[in-house]
C-alpha cells in the first residue's frame, strides 16, 4: 500500500514529505477555497488506511458550540469520510479511512478516489468553515450555504 | 495571472470600497495600481477605473461563504510577490470588516498560505473534480 501512495504521488507529480517511512506522506494541495494539507497513514499490520486533512482553520473557544454543531450537520449523510473536531486541541480535520487486505489491495483508480473525495469535501465546506469559526453567521447558516450550492448536486 | 472578468470586477470591487470612506490615500491607490499590474491591467487603465468610480455601483455579496472565496482570492493576489506590506495588511483588515469578518481571519490565511509556500506545496492542485460524489440525499 505505502508503496502505491508513493506512485500515486508521483504520478500526479505532488511535492511530498515522508514523516515516517513506509507508514506516513504528508503532501498538501492548493484547491478553490485555500490550501489543504493531507496526511495519508498505513499501519499495515492492521491494513487500515487513513486519509487525514486539514484547512487552516483556527477556531476560537467561542465558537466551538457552533463549530460542534456544523460538523453534526455535515456529517450526516456523506458517503465517504466524516469531519473531526477535538474540543480539546480546537483541531478540525476531515478523515477518510477503509481496511485493506495485502493480498488484494485496492487500485491506483480507487485509491486516487478515496483522497479526491476527502479533499474535495474539506474544500467544499472551507469557506462556510472559516465564515463560520470568523462571522456571527449560525451553523445551519453555514451548512445551508455549502449544501444549497448550486455547484454542489448531492447524489 | 490573466484579466479576466472576474479579476476586473474584484478589482473594481476593491476600488469602489476605498472609496467607500470618503477618501483614497496614496498607499492605497499605489496599493490598487500594484495589484491591478499583477492581474495585468495597464496602469492607465486602472488610475481611470479609480478616477470614474462614483459611477459604478459595488454591492456586498449576500452570502457569506462568497464573500469568504473573494477574500480569499484577494490575499491570494496580494500574497504572489510573497511580500505583503503593511498598507495592505491595513487595507485587507478594513476589506474583513467590511465583509463581516473578525480580522483575525487576514494573519490566518496569510500564515497557512505561507506555511504551504515554506512546505513546497505550492505547485500541488487539484486536476479533477469529485465535488458531485461525496453526499447521500
Same mark, same amino acid.
Given at each position: ?155 | ?9 474584484? +478589482?473594481?470591487?476593491? $476600488?469602489? @470600497?476605498?472609496?467607500? !470612506? %470618503?477618501? &483614497?490615500?496614496?498607499? =492605497? ?41 473573494? +477574500?480569499?482570492?484577494? $490575499?491570494? @493576489?496580494?500574497?504572489? !510577490? %510573497?511580500? &505583503?506590506?503593511?498598507? =495592505? ?49
Amino acid at each position: 500500500m505505502y508503496n502505491l501512495i508513493i506512485a500515486l504521488l508521483n504520478a500526479k507529480k505532488w511535492h511530498y514529505q515522508v514523516e515516517k517511512e513506509n507508514s506516513s506522506v504528508l503532501f498538501g494541495v492548493s484547491a478553490n477555497y485555500g490550501n489543504i494539507d493531507c496526511y495519508l497513514n498505513i499501519d499495515d499490520e492492521k491494513g487500515i488506511f487513513s486519509c487525514i486533512s486539514f484547512c487552516h482553520c483556527f477556531v476560537f473557544t467561542d465558537k466551538y458550540t457552533e463549530i460542534t454543531e456544523f460538523i453534526t450537520r455535515a456529517n450526516f449523510g456523506l458517503i465517504s469520510g466524516n469531519f473531526e473536531f477535538d474540543l480539546d486541541s480546537g483541531i478540525l480535520r476531515f478523515k477518510t479511512t477503509f481496511y485493506y487486505d495485502k493480498k488484494n489491495e485496492v487500485s491506483m483508480k480507487l485509491l486516487e478516489k478515496y483522497i479526491y473525495t476527502n479533499l474535495y469535501t474539506i474544500d467544499t465546506y472551507t469557506p462556510a468553515l472559516m465564515s463560520l469559526a470568523y462571522t456571527d453567521i449560525t451553523a445551519l447558516e453555514a451548512v445551508a450555504e455549502v449544501e444549497n450550492n448550486v455547484r454542489l448536486y448531492l447524489n | 495571472m490573466t484579466k479576466n472578468p472576474e479579476n476586473k470586477n474584484h +478589482l473594481r470591487n476593491l $476600488i469602489s @470600497l476605498m472609496h467607500a !470612506d %470618503g477618501k &483614497i490615500v496614496d498607499e =492605497e491607490k499605489s496599493f490598487i495600481i500594484q495589484l491591478g499590474k499583477k492581474m495585468g491591467f495597464e496602469q492607465s487603465v486602472i488610475e481611470h477605473w479609480i478616477a470614474e468610480n462614483k459611477h459604478y455601483q459595488y454591492s456586498i455579496p449576500d452570502s457569506i461563504t462568497r464573500r469568504y472565496a473573494e +477574500l480569499y482570492e484577494m $490575499i491570494g @493576489l496580494i500574497s504572489i !510577490d %510573497g511580500n &505583503i506590506h503593511k498598507s =495592505e495588511l491595513k487595507l485587507l483588515h478594513k476589506i474583513a470588516g467590511r465583509f463581516g469578518f473578525r480580522k483575525e481571519i487576514i494573519n490566518a490565511i496569510i500564515k497557512g498560505i505561507q506555511d504551504f509556500i515554506l512546505k513546497g506545496f505550492s505547485q500541488n492542485t487539484l486536476d479533477k473534480d469529485y465535488s458531485t460524489m461525496f453526499k447521500t440525499v
